[in-house]
């Protein structure tokens, strides 16, 4: 089994916040198992930082190397991500969720998220 993180859940990670359950926490800290990361995620922290809708306890140069010391993968976003955005039913307008969404779709990967919204979509996920 390969993870995908959603934003949130990447970011309780980092900041050990309860929300994120334990044995969520045992998967993505597992090195066996291999943990992925959108580019989406790090551009949606960056604007959400930015415009001061998310206060960071650290830097965003710390938060990006915290998941290369964890072993989480950034995953770019190619050529067939966006063909598999291009089909994907309009259940909600988040352009950060959609291309996470995609991505799972098109690398084959389970998105770890609480995010109900995610269930409208034919993408297979965990919180649990």
Known sequence: MAFLLDTHAFLWFVSGDSQ??????DKIKDIHQPCFLSAASLWEITIKK???K??????????FEYAERNQIEIVPINFDHLLVLSKLPTHHNDPFD???????????LIIITRDKEFKKYKVVQQWK
Not at 20 to 25: A, Y
């Open 50 to 52: 930015q415009i001061g």
């Open 20 to 25: 994120l359950p334990v044995s969520v926490r």
């Open 98 to 108: 959609r291309i996470i969404v995609s991505q799972a779709i098109a690398e084959n």
């Open 54 to 63: 998310l206060t960071l306890s650290i830097s965003l140069q710390e938060l």
